[in-house]
């Protein structure tokens, strides 16, 4: 049935309710349901055979001819509700009754007495203030007023019929939550630890995991389970972790259950939370987090009268807490609501987190704060000075205190947590006495940790490799660092979701490029390449081994369920998510075993990574704040270091920043030509001028900051890059080798053109004047493609074309995250798991879709290289947003040449030219045009 069936469906019964309710109200004003001779002037008589008197019944009041229809709407509500918040529940129950038969007992007495009450409640109410008697309102109720009858007998038939089909639910329900009560309130009394209790729990637990009727009661036994068993000293964390696995549902609380003084799963939801929070710090997976605060939310929204004043407040400040941990500017201004709110009934508790939500801000008030808060919060403080002295650099005092309170927490409490460790390192490191004996305890205190946190051995290496380096071992500050990059790589694990790698990728204190430049200072220009290669498009490596590693059937259901970017949202329960990361954790150690055994997780050799050059030089730049080099990798020769004394890593940020800037884009781009020129062109075109083949193809690799500046661009007077050489870009060195080795000739293209000129509905995007003047050159010249322009340009639609095209085009708006179609975007999560089969070449025409995310710029995260990845051996994109009258110029330009026979990265250069041409002076026009391929 579709959504308008649907809805003139309930119309139509919420109509009949009404105009049913309306006539047994007006029969129920006029005392209509009696004989004409028993109703004088508004007052009724009927006849008392017992008593041998007539008794008097007075008309009601004229409300209650809306009162009818209102209860009518009321109960079928009520009726709809209660089927549906217990269809699972009336399914378990009726699977129970086939395993064992039902017993007598309480919950047969009771459900006995419930269907009496459905005659006696109606009649209680129906007869207020009446000298009616039982056996008289149920004869005028069943033999004299029809329509009463019926709405009677209606209301006790779906009662009747409710209570038969939950009959083997209740029954068997009700004695276990009598048991409930019992041992909870055991447990209040100080008796957790009895014998008695801890069997009694045991049981419940385990007949609540078999037929859990009521997720909220099963989750408050199996809660209570874990704080009364304390069995073999389990950490709590863990059990609650185990009890959530147990659960086969945790939806948010029905209307009709929230009340129920027998489902009391405050603290069992809070617990739950808190223990989701904590697994987020350990795991940095945002899924528990969220879970966490989809449950505080529901305990925040609940009636007052509901949740005592202490609790809410606890609740509050729990959801702060895990808001400032998500830390969005929505999740920050609502965490200062809920604290503001505590802070009325709990002042010193809200304290602590007034000082975390300030810390941002005002980080010399957030440490007064927490001054005040005692020796408790000692290692938040500690965290807050160690801010401020990365912030200021000038007083060491702070330091110095750092090292003091984690020095008597470590002494006092003979205890070497994490965060503890963290502080000391950090405030350490900051001082720059590397031989201090304080510091090289710290380090021996860490690696005797069983399995510290990735934060914490990822400082400690790198504190170990500047230690080394400062002593003047390079060879072992190199090892240090090398480390520190596995460290991350591992940490960003394909147990993560896609947007979490990003997060662990972004807390990195080490960029890739300085690790190549102590490398290149030591002679070791293999190993540079090595290093950055290793730790760079990390995200792109960890799909391309799902992709492209081979195997039993296991192997495949492993790698398609770790190709997911994310998890799936859309369900009412709220542990969904939960259960999906904490699969996808255990299916990434199951993949970690298989790579051993199978050596698919091979190391990364220079010997193999130099055959990405067999067809021409390739040039990785490397900018870092310590030095710029440049690292020609020849297939048959040693690569050659160029250092690059004129550039710096501030000159590359700038030089990126001033190229998306549109309102000085044009004047930026003449200004940084030279200059680019100078720096990097001159030196790198002179040294791999020997190796040029006749083509003049030359691959350009850049890093860091560099990573979103076309290195073409470079030119001073007459003379440039795009003269000199055919350029194309490459993410990394494996990605060019898979390219390459992906290649299939293509005899008769197929062709699909994407095309949207008009603005998506519900987005701001300008339209696009020139998109179908571009679809239509294309056309024009590949006749037979297949065209999807305006409405019919879905994300759908394109993904279904896309594995039969070996040529796409498309003219339309797009940003970092993907191509901007007429209902959505495409972009690295659509494109997820997808085989795009034997394709040859994707064109974008369309703005900064070879644009990095700032956040990230060596993990090339963008459409382009999305498209490359997913099986497009050549990929055409832009570098900041073009010109709208541009795209048909270089496409008709770009088809011309490549039909005619020449290379995409050949035609590409050629309609670059073209565009040159048409503006000499403008090369912010034609050079954010980029080939990606070999």
């Not at 919420?14 to 028993?38: E, F, I, K, M, S």
């Not at 009727?213 to 009364?228: G, I, K, N, P």
């Not at 947007?499 to 540079?528: C, F, I, K, W």
Request: hydrophobic residues 45%; glycine residues 6%; contains cysteine.
């Amino acid at each position: 049935m579709g959504n308008r069936a649907r809805f003139a469906a309930i119309t139509a019964v919420v109509l009949a309710l009404v105009a049913w309710g309306a006539w047994v109200g007006w029969r129920r004003y006029t005392l209509a349901y009696l004989p004409p001779d028993n109703v004088m002037g508004g007052v009724g008589y009927v006849y008392d055979s017992t008593s041998g008197r007539m008794q008097r019944i007075l008309a009601p009041s004229p409300v209650v001819v809306f009162t009818f229809p209102a209860l009518m709407l009321v109960l079928a509500a009520f009726t709809i509700s209660v089927v549906r918040g217990h269809l699972r529940d009336i399914r378990i129950g009726w699977r129970a009754l086939r395993d064992r038969p039902l017993a007598l007992g309480p919950g047969t007495l009771l459900f006995a007495v419930m269907v009496p009450c459905c005659v006696v409640v109606p009649y209680l109410i129906h007869t207020a203030g009446t000298d009616i008697s039982l056996s008289q309102y149920l004869e005028i109720a069943f033999f004299t007023d029809v329509p009463v009858t019926v709405t009677i007998g209606g209301a006790m038939l779906l009662a009747a019929v409710f209570l038969l089909v939950s009959a083997p639910w209740l029954l068997d329900l009700i004695p276990r939550v009598l048991r409930l009560v019992v041992v909870q309130r055991m447990i209040r009394s100080g008796r957790a630890g009895d014998a008695g209790v801890v069997a009694e729990v045991a049981r419940l637990e385990r007949e609540f995991v078999r037929y859990p009727y009521r997720s909220q009661l099963a989750m408050t036994v199996l809660a209570r389970a874990q704080l009364a068993k304390l069995d073999e000293g389990e950490p709590l964390d863990d059990a609650m972790l185990r009890t959530m696995a147990s659960l086969p549902g945790m939806e948010e609380r029905s209307w009709s259950h929230a009340l129920s003084p027998l489902l009391d799963d405050v603290d069992a939801r809070y617990q739950f939370a808190d223990t989701l929070i904590t697994t987020y710090a350990r795991t940095d997976s945002g899924a528990h987090l969220d879970v966490a605060i989809r449950l505080l939310e529901g305990l925040h929204r609940r009636p007052h009268f509901t949740v005592r004043k202490t609790n809410r407040a606890k609740i509050a400040l729990s959801l702060a807490h895990a808001l400032v941990l998500r830390d969005t500017p929505e999740d920050t201004a609502r965490a200062h609501e809920l604290v503001g709110e505590a802070e009325r009934t709990t002042p010193d508790e809200a304290r602590l987190m007034r000082a975390v939500l300030v810390m941002s801000t005002d980080l010399d008030e957030a440490i007064t704060l927490l001054r005040g808060l005692g020796e408790a919060e000692d290692m938040r403080l500690a965290g807050a000075l160690v801010m401020r002295y990365e912030r200021d650099q000038d007083d060491p005092a702070d330091l110095h205190e750092v090292v003091a309170l984690t020095g008597r927490r470590l002494a006092g409490r003979g205890e070497d947590r994490s965060d503890v460790l963290d502080h000391r390192l950090t405030a350490l490191g900051h001082l720059d006495d590397f031989e201090a004996p304080e510091l090289l305890d710290a380090f021996d205190r860490v690696d005797a940790l069983p399995d510290p946190p990735w934060q914490l051995a990822h400082l400690s290496a790198a504190l170990q490799g500047v230690r080394a380096l400062e002593s003047g071992d390079s060879d072992a500050a190199l090892a240090h660092f090398e480390q520190v990059l596995r460290i991350v790589v591992r940490a960003a694990s394909l147990g993560l979701s896609r947007a979490d790698r990003q997060a662990v990728l972004n807390q990195s204190r080490l960029a890739p490029a300085t690790v190549a430049t102590l490398a290149l200072a030591a002679g070791r220009v293999e190993r540079a390449v090595e290093l950055l290669e290793l730790s760079r498009t990390v995200i792109w490596a960890q799909v391309r081994e799902l992709r492209t590693t081979t195997g039993d059937e296991r192997i495949a259901e492993i790698s398609a369920a770790l190709q997911r970017p994310g998890y799936d949202e859309e369900t009412d329960d709220l542990l969904a998510v939960h259960r999906q990361a904490v699969t996808r954790a255990e299916l990434a150690r199951e993949w970690d075993e298989l790579a051993q055994r199978r050596a698919f997780g091979h190391e990364i050799r220079f010997a193999d990574l130099r055959e990405a050059a067999a067809e021409g030089p390739v040039v990785l730049v490397n900018a870092s704040a310590e030095r710029c080099d440049a690292i020609i990798v020849l297939a048959g020769d040693a690569p050659v270091h160029v250092p690059l004394p004129e550039l710096t890593e501030e000159d590359a940020r700038a030089w990126a920043e001033g190229l998306l800037d549109a309102s000085t884009r044009r004047m930026n781009a003449r200004f940084i030509a030279p200059r680019l020129w100078d720096a990097v062109a001159v030196p790198v075109l002179d040294a791999v001028e020997p190796h040029l083949g006749q083509d003049r193809r030359i691959w350009w690799c850049p890093t860091g900051a560099l990573t979103p500046v076309p290195l073409h661009v470079a030119g001073r007077d007459g003379d440039s890059v795009l003269d000199r050489v055919v350029s194309s870009y490459t993410p990394s060195l494996w990605s060019l080798l898979d390219a390459r080795r992906g290649r299939r000739p293509v005899d008769e293209p197929t062709v699909l053109i994407a095309s949207v000129r008009e603005t998506p509905p519900g987005t701001t995007w300008a339209p696009l004047p020139h998109a179908d003047e571009e679809a239509g050159l294309v056309a024009a010249r590949v006749p037979g493609a297949t065209r999807l322009a305006e409405n019919a340009a879905t994300v759908a639609a394109t993904k279904a074309a896309l594995p039969g095209s070996t040529w796409a085009h498309f003219a339309c708006h797009g940003d970092m995250n993907g191509l901007v179609l007429h209902d959505g975007s495409l972009g690295l999560d659509e494109l997820a798991g997808m085989e795009t089969g034997a394709n040859e070449l994707a064109f974008l025409s369309a703005c900064v879709t070879a644009v990095p995310d700032s956040a990230n710029l060596d993990e090339a995260l963008h459409p382009a290289a999305a498209l490359h990845l997913h099986g497009f051996s050549h990929v055409v994109g832009t570098l900041w947003h073009m010109r709208s009258e541009d795209g048909p110029v270089v496409a008709d330009e770009f088809y011309a040449h490549l039909l005619d026979g020449r290379s995409p990265a050949l035609a590409l250069h050629a309609a670059q030219r073209a565009l040159r041409s048409r503006a000499p002076d403008d090369p912010a026009r034609w050079a954010p045009f980029v080939h990606i391929g070999p």
